[in-house]
C-alpha cells in the first residue's frame, strides 16, 4: 500500500491551522476553564482540605483535571472535525481524494490529539500558578497523556461520524463524559467513597484513567498502572477496530 | 417527435465506435438503503480528451454516477475502469487523476482561497507548489482573491473556487455536476471558456447539466439518462442527425379537410381546422428542408394557396424532451 503521506499531513495541517483560526473556542476558553477549578478547589478550598495520601488537595485535583481536559478536547476536537466537513458537504474532497483510513487518522485523530497534548501543557503550566506538584514519573505521564490523547481522538472521531447533527455532537462529551470524569475521582480517591458507591465506581472506566494518570504524578493509585494502562489500550484497540468497519462498509460516509 | 419513431431510432446500432476510451462503467448499479434505484445497469464509455455532457431530469441518477466513480458513492454492482485501472482495486490511483467539482458549494467558509486550494492539491498527494496554485487562480481571474477568506467572496468566485480545488491537482478527468447552475449568464459564458481552455489542455471532461445549451455550445458528446438509466449515448451532431426533425406551418388561404392525397410521401397534419398544414419530418441534416420546399411547390402546383410558410429546426432539447418523456420502452444502458 502507497501511503498518501502528503495527503495526510494536509489533512493534519489544515485541521490544526482550524483549531489555531479559532484560538479563543479552542485553546483559551479549555484553559481558562481549568484555571478557574485550580483557583476554586486547588487555592481556595484545597488549603482547607487535607492531605490525600500525603499529597495536598491542590496537587492531587491536577491530574484529574488534566485528564477532565484531554477527554472533552480530544472528543471534541475529532467529532468536530470530521462532522463539520459532513454537515457542509465538503466531505466530498477527503471521500474522492487518494487518502485511506490511515491517512484520514493521521489526519484528523492526529490533530485533535496534537490540539489536545498542547492544551495539556498549556494547563499543567497554569496550575503552576496556583497550586505545587510534582511529577514522580514523567516520562509515564507524557506516554499516558499521549495515550489518552490518542483514544479519545479516535473516540471523538467515531462520534462526529455517528451524528447526524449538532445536539449528538454535544450530547456524548456532556452528558456522558463529563459526569463520567467528574464521578471518577477527578476531585477525590476512590477510597474515600464508602460501599456500595466504591463498588460502584468501579465500573466506571474513567477511574482508571485518572488513577493511572495520578500515579504519574504523585506515585500513589487506587489501582496497578498496569490495569489503567490495560484499560486505555483495550479503548484504543476498540477504536480503532470500529473506525476500520465504518470505513469499509463507507457507513454514514459513502451511503 | 412520435414516440414510436423516436424508439425505432434509439434501439438503431450507435455507430461510432469509441476510440482510446479513458472511462469505462459496464453494468453499473446503486440501490440505496431506502429502495431508491438510482442507477439500473449502466453503460457509458468516454473518450480522451472530449467533453462529454450528461443530461437528465432531476433525480435521473447523474450525480450518482459521478459520485460511484469518484469514489463518494459505493456502487452496488457493476464495474469501473478509468484510465485502464479497475477503479476498485485501484483506487489510489484512479482517484489521484480524477477532479470534481460538485453541484453545490461546500467547502470551509473560513479559509483562505489559496490555502483551500493549497489544502486540495496536498490531499491529493502532491508537493506544495505556489507557482501552480498561482497559475491555476489567475487562470480562474481568482489571483487578486488569493488572501480572501471564501466567505467574502459572491456566488460566482465561490464556484470558481471550487473548480480552482479540483484543478489543483491536474487531474486528466474532471467531472463538473451542474458547474453553471444558478450563476448569470456573463459567468456562465465564462466558464464555458474555461472549460473549452481546460479541453485544449487535454483534460478529458464530463459536464452534467440542465441547460440543453450548455450541451449544445460546449460537447463533443452527449448521454441522456432518465431513472437510472442511458436512454441515448452519440456525438452530437449524429444526435441531431438521426433524432433532430423540421416543423413547417404553412398558412393557407382555404382550410383544407384532409392533407391532398396526392402528398401522401410528405408526413403531414392539419391543424387549426384545416387552415395550417403542418409538415413534421426530416432528420437533421437537411432533409427536412428539401421536402418542404418541394411540398411548397407541389402545393403551388396543385394550386393551394398559402399566405405564410414558417420553419423550425428542433433543437437538443426537444430531442432530450421527447426523450425523457417518451423513452425507448427496452431502456437499454448504450452508452458506447
Known amino acids: ?255 | 417527435m412520435d414516440a414510436t419513431r423516436l424508439q425505432k431510432r434509439c434501439k438503431q446500432p450507435f455507430e461510432a465506435p469509441v476510440s482510446d476510451p479513458i472511462l469505462d462503467i459496464r453494468g453499473l448499479s446503486k440501490t440505496y438503503k431506502g429502495g431508491t434505484t438510482a442507477l439500473a445497469g449502466v453503460d457509458l464509455t468516454i473518450r480522451k480528451g472530449e467533453i462529454f455532457a450528461l443530461l437528465g431530469p432531476n433525480g435521473a441518477g447523474k450525480t450518482t454516477l459521478i459520485g460511484a466513480v469518484c469514489g463518494l458513492v459505493r456502487p452496488s454492482g457493476g464495474s469501473i475502469h478509468a484510465f485502464g485501472l479497475d477503479a476498485t482495486r485501484h483506487w489510489r490511483d484512479v482517484r489521484r487523476r480524477i477532479g470534481l467539482v460538485p453541484q453545490e458549494l461546500t467547502f470551509d467558509m473560513f479559509a483562505q482561497v489559496e490555502r483551500s486550494v493549497a489544502y486540495s492539491r496536498g490531499m491529493f498527494g502532491l508537493p506544495p507548489s505556489r507557482e501552480r496554485i498561482e497559475e491555476v487562480l489567475r487562470s480562474l481571474s481568482l489571483l487578486d482573491k488569493r488572501k480572501a477568506k471564501i466567505r467574502e467572496l459572491s456566488g460566482g468566485m465561490k464556484r470558481r473556487v471550487m473548480i480552482a480545488k479540483a484543478l489543483a491537482h491536474d487531474p486528466e478527468l474532471l467531472f463538473l455536476d451542474e458547474p453553471t447552475a444558478g450563476v448569470d449568464v456573463e459567468l456562465r459564458r465564462d466558464m464555458w471558456r474555461q472549460i473549452d481552455a481546460l479541453r485544449a489542455r487535454g483534460v478529458t471532461i464530463i459536464l452534467t447539466t440542465h441547460y440543453i445549451e450548455e450541451a449544445e455550445e460546449m460537447a463533443d458528446r452527449v448521454g441522456v439518462i432518465d431513472k437510472g438509466r442511458i436512454l441515448l449515448v452519440d456525438d452530437k451532431a449524429a444526435i441531431m442527425a438521426r433524432l433532430g426533425r423540421t416543423e413547417a406551418r404553412i398558412a393557407l388561404t382555404q382550410p383544407l379537410a384532409e392533407p391532398p392525397p396526392s402528398l401522401g410521401a410528405f408526413p403531414l397534419t392539419l391543424e387549426e381546422e384545416g387552415h395550417v398544414l403542418v409538415y413534421r419530418g426530416g432528420d437533421g441534416t437537411g432533409q427536412g428542408k428539401r421536402d418542404i420546399a418541394e411540398l411548397a411547390q407541389a402545393l403551388t402546383r396543385l394550386g393551394i394557396a398559402f399566405t405564410r410558410l414558417d420553419t423550425r429546426e428542433s433543437s437538443l432539447e426537444d430531442i432530450f424532451v421527447d426523450l425523457v418523456e417518451s423513452p425507448p420502452s427496452t431502456g437499454t444502458g448504450t452508452g458506447a
Not at chain 1, 476536537?77 to 466531505?91: C, D, E, K, V
Not at chain 1, 463498588?199 to 498502572?225: E, H, K
Not at chain 1, 489500550?233 to 462498509?249: H, Y
Open chain 1, 1 to 255: 500500500m502507497n501511503l498518501n503521506l502528503r495527503g495526510a499531513l494536509a489533512i493534519f495541517t489544515n485541521e490544526l491551522m482550524r483549531a489555531f483560526r479559532t484560538a479563543f473556542g479552542s485553546i483559551i476558553a479549555p484553559v481558562l476553564t481549568t484555571s478557574l477549578y485550580f483557583i476554586v478547589f486547588g487555592a481556595a478550598i484545597g488549603g482547607e482540605i487535607e492531605e490525600i495520601d500525603g499529597i495536598s488537595y491542590g496537587a492531587f485535583i491536577v491530574p484529574g483535571l488534566l485528564m477532565l481536559t484531554l477527554l472533552s478536547e480530544s472528543t471534541s476536537n475529532a467529532s468536530f472535525g470530521i462532522y463539520m466537513p459532513r454537515f457542509t458537504g465538503a466531505i466530498y474532497e477527503l471521500l474522492s481524494a487518494p487518502v485511506g483510513v490511515a491517512e484520514t487518522l493521521i489526519g484528523f485523530v492526529g490533530a485533535a490529539a496534537v490540539k489536545s497534548l498542547i492544551l495539556a501543557a498549556i494547563i499543567l503550566a497554569t496550575a503552576t500558578l496556583f497550586v505545587d506538584y510534582t511529577i514522580v514519573h514523567p516520562f509515564y505521564a507524557i506516554g499516558f497523556i499521549m495515550l489518552v490523547a490518542a483514544a479519545f481522538s479516535l473516540f471523538g472521531f467515531i462520534l462526529g461520524i455517528w451524528a447526524d447533527g449538532f445536539e449528538k455532537l454535544q450530547i456524548v462529551p456532556l452528558l456522558v463524559l463529563t459526569p463520567l470524569t467528574f464521578l471518577g475521582g477527578t476531585f477525590y480517591s476512590i477510597e474515600m467513597l464508602g460501599d456500595p458507591w466504591r463498588t460502584v465506581a468501579m465500573f466506571n472506566p474513567i477511574v482508571y484513567l485518572v488513577n493511572g494518570l495520578r500515579w504519574t504524578f504523585t506515585g500513589a493509585s487506587d489501582f496497578p498502572i498496569g490495569l489503567s494502562l490495560g484499560m486505555t489500550f483495550a479503548f484504543l484497540a476498540g477504536c480503532v477496530l470500529v473506525i476500520a468497519v465504518i470505513f469499509r462498509t463507507g457507513w454514514r460516509l459513502r451511503e
